[in-house]
């Protein structure tokens, strides 16, 4: 069973907006640290936005002020709220869980799927 299921993505148009969510299942996560990555066709995965178990958010340098990550504790549940899309944001978008709050994948125990989002010019 896959603790982590990814919903939301899809094509939208440059200057959009998206919504990503994120259903956890088999375990609560309330305790964890969730976060929101990415990886591009060719590239990295990398660092999205990131919430910590008391609600402390941190973000990427190339999403702030666009994108918001929040979540509901009582609903084991993730969200992403994506705004102003560019193309460069089009990737596969991946939620995690890590039991500390950190930007590093490597550091992340749970993962989802992923949802592809594609952002057109």
């Known amino acids: 069973q896959v603790p982590l299921v990814e919903s939301g993505g899809g094509l939208v148009q440059a200057g959009g907006s998206l919504r990503l969510s994120c259903a956890a299942s088999g375990r609560t996560f309330s305790s964890y640290a969730m976060g929101w990555f990415r990886q591009a066709p060719g590239k990295e995965r990398e660092f999205v936005a990131r919430i910590s178990w008391s609600g402390s958010k941190y973000y990427a340098d190339s999403v702030k002020g666009r994108f918001s990550i929040s979540r509901d504790t009582v609903k084991n549940t993730l969200a992403l709220q994506m705004y102003l899309l560019k193309t460069e944001d089009t990737a596969v978008y991946y939620c995690?869980?890590?039991?500390?709050?950190?930007?590093?994948?490597?550091?992340?125990?749970?993962w989802g799927q992923g949802t592809q989002v594609t952002v057109s010019s």
């Open positions: 995690a869980a890590s039991k500390h709050p950190t930007s590093d994948p490597n550091e992340y125990d749970f």
